[in-house]
């Protein structure tokens, strides 16, 4: 079953974003176009459904769903897609080569529990190990924290964060040296994007809005110039060459946002909720971008050995 | 084959319970006599209850909670074979004239049997009993159906969907682990399925604004497409998790593809338009030549979702009617 892990810094929005992916999977898995079909595992109903409610009450997580959500099992599967030519042929079908299994694992201490492994100690952690065997990675990048060339970066939280991520793909490369998956494929999420300052836009050369989903190299370009001067470090050890068998797929680019309203006073701030196209509600957020995410990581899932 | 009723507190599980006997009654005492069913002396105490007060115009004010853990009915529906054969053959019990199912309403919690999945045991032997359903009854309180985000009955609906979409995955887990085990021991089971039903509980208390809203005019099509279309356009609104759980099943390896939709409404007393004070009054039917003083409710659907189990009790895969034989060798021999 192909893993992927889900790193970020603290409040850069990974419960979210996870609810948010199940979100887009309710809400594929359910249109009338019925092209896209998801499967919750038994093990991630209970804390799935119960951030599900949250989300779509308007609240952000709270700290108990937070320690509650631990990784997110789901099948996803597209009508008519497969590996073989006949289950492309057959274009109303779901075949099993169709279906791709993932877990999603929320990784939590990423400084402390990466950094004692490659101090010297042994990965007595299952979850480490789990983290440390993950077929691809979501790498959430707070938006908001993005600096600008040349300026201090505020309180030097991109600066910690990029020396994190860096530890975290060397340990990746020493684990792997003893065997295991030798493809990993990162996967940037740019979080509150709409909280992006103009400046950091402005000094990157790129426009208001990424391009659009499908044009895979023009994104590609956007994502780098934005994060490539505030992640040097994770962007050098994601570059090509050897890394003792290890190999970094090309890195992809996917944008995430929620609208919210503003907090008032003692009361903390909720995200605006929106009709959807069958008139039901739904957060406000970068829904595209989201099943865009689902598209790629099912790919990812249908070309990882079994 | 047994079949489980999962509805919310208060969705109307025993007026539906109520109502399905009362159509029972008049369909099984039809002409045709190609539709028969028995109850258990238990659940027969508490049906003949429930389906007199209906009679005298009231709502049955006891749960099943209060009752009894299990009750159920069993269908027989003539094979269309035997329906054929002169009659002397067709009365003899080799012939297995009817194919049967058994219908079941369990008052159980989903905590049980998220327990029994996790742990392999169960803490009441019903559990198991209900996870071998084929059918899954799903009842959607409409009355609830509200577009206003900020009212308790759209967070109740949030709610009961996250709570039916965890029974329903439940339900798959069971299948697929039963079918992993009998593969594991030689036996060649026939792929999962779970053949689910909506019922639209309370559909005449869906308010207007909610069908303006979703583009859906008052009355339920007849054309099972259509049916399917419009229920699913309620669903997909209201119920969105549970909805992609049952097309989710497909890619889980259970699959749930054959769902059909029905609804239920009881007419009650109005005065001159206004809402009645206190428990609301069922209103009931003149006496005709058929049958009189019945509850005023939707006859057809119920007549309705009668037949639809008949296709799937001529349908049972093998091995639950060999369970189902085992049970009742088993039964006779504890006894």
Not at chain 1, 31 to 36: G, L, M, S, Y
Not at chain 1, 170 to 179: D, E, F, L, S, Y
Not at chain 1, 214 to 224: H, L, Q
Not at chain 2, 46 to 71: N, Q
Request: net charge positive.
């Amino acid at each position: 079953m192909p893993q992927v892990v889900i790193v970020g810094d603290r409040d850069s929005g990974r419960t979210t974003f996870l609810g948010l992916l199940y979100v887009a999977q309710v809400q594929s898995g359910s249109d009338r176009a019925d092209r896209f079909r998801f499967h919750s595992t038994f093990e991630s109903m209970e804390e799935i459904t119960v951030l599900f409610q949250r989300l779509m009450s308007g609240g952000f997580p709270d700290s108990a769903t937070k320690e509650g959500i631990r990784e997110m099992r789901v099948h996803l599967g597209y009508r008519g897609r497969g590996r073989g030519v006949l289950s492309r042929l057959r274009s109303r079908a779901w075949s099993p080569d169709s279906v791709a299994t993932f877990r999603f694992i929320l990784s939590r201490t990423l400084d402390d529990e990466v950094s004692g492994f490659l101090h010297g100690s042994s990965v007595a952690n299952g979850r480490l190990s789990d983290i440390l065997e993950g077929d691809a990675m979501a790498i959430l990048v707070d938006s908001t924290k993005l600096g600008v060339n040349g300026e201090e970066p505020p309180e030097g939280a991109i600066e910690r964060y990029d020396v994190a991520v860096e530890a975290f793909l060397t340990a990746i490369q020493r684990w792997r040296a003893r065997g295991g998956r030798s493809r990993v494929y990162p996967v940037f999420v740019l979080t509150k994007f709409d909280g992006i300052r103009p400046e950091v836009l402005r000094a990157a050369k790129v426009d208001d809005s990424p391009p659009q989903a499908d044009r895979t190299a023009e994104r590609a370009k956007y994502g780098e110039a934005l994060l490539g001067r505030n992640l040097p470090k994770t962007f050098k050890k994601l570059a090509p060459g050897e890394k003792g068998g290890l190999e970094f797929a090309r890195p992809t680019y996917f944008f995430s946002w929620v609208r919210t309203e503003a907090a008032s006073s003692g009361r903390p701030g909720k995200i605006r909720l929106r009709r959807t196209a069958s008139f039901g509600w739904e957060p406000d957020y970068s829904k595209e971008e989201y099943v865009a995410l689902l598209e790629h990581l099912w790919g990812v899932g249908t070309r990882t050995p079994r | 084959m047994p079949c489980a009723l999962l509805g919310d507190r208060a969705s109307g599980k025993t007026t539906f319970l109520g109502l399905l006997y009362s159509a029972q009654v008049k369909y099984g005492t039809g002409v045709q006599d190609d539709f028969r069913f028995h109850a258990p002396l238990q659940s027969l105490n508490v049906m003949s209850a429930v389906y007199e007060g209906m009679k005298d115009g009231r709502f049955p004010s006891a749960t099943l909670k209060e009752e009894i853990t299990e009750l159920g009915f069993i269908f027989g529906y003539l094979r269309k074979v035997v329906g054929k054969l002169p009659y002397y053959i067709r009365k003899q019990n080799w012939a297995r004239p009817f194919s049967t199912l058994r219908f079941s309403a369990y008052d159980v919690s989903g905590e049980d049997i998220e327990e029994f999945i996790e742990s392999g045991i169960a803490s009441r032997p019903l559990i198991q009993q209900l996870l071998k359903s084929v059918v899954v009854v799903v009842l959607v309180d409409c009355s609830k159906m509200t577009t206003e985000i900020d009212t308790p009955a759209y967070k109740k609906m949030l709610r009961y969907d996250s709570t039916v979409a965890k029974l329903l995955v439940s339900f798959q887990t069971y299948k697929k682990q039963e079918y992993e085990r009998l593969k594991e021991s030689g036996v060649k089971p026939e792929p999962p399925v779970i053949y689910p039903a909506f019922v639209l509980s309370k559909f005449d208390n869906l308010r207007d604004d909610v069908l303006a809203r979703l583009g859906l005019h008052q009355g339920f099509p007849q054309d099972k497409k259509a049916r399917r279309e419009y229920a699913e356009a309620l669903l997909r609104v209201f119920v969105p998790q549970t909805l992609s759980q049952i097309r989710g099943g497909k890619v889980a390896g259970v699959n749930m593809d054959k769902a059909e939709y029905f609804l239920s409404w009881v007419r009650t007393e109005t005065q001159e338009g206004m809402d009645p004070v206190g428990q609301p009054r069922i209103v009931r039917t003149g006496f005709r030549p058929e049958g009189g003083g019945e509850p005023d409710f939707a006859y057809d659907e119920y007549v309705h979702f009668i037949e639809h189990f008949r296709h799937i009790a001529h349908k049972i895969p093998d091995e639950i009617l060999e369970a189902e034989k085992f049970q009742a060798e088993a039964a006779v021999r504890t006894a």
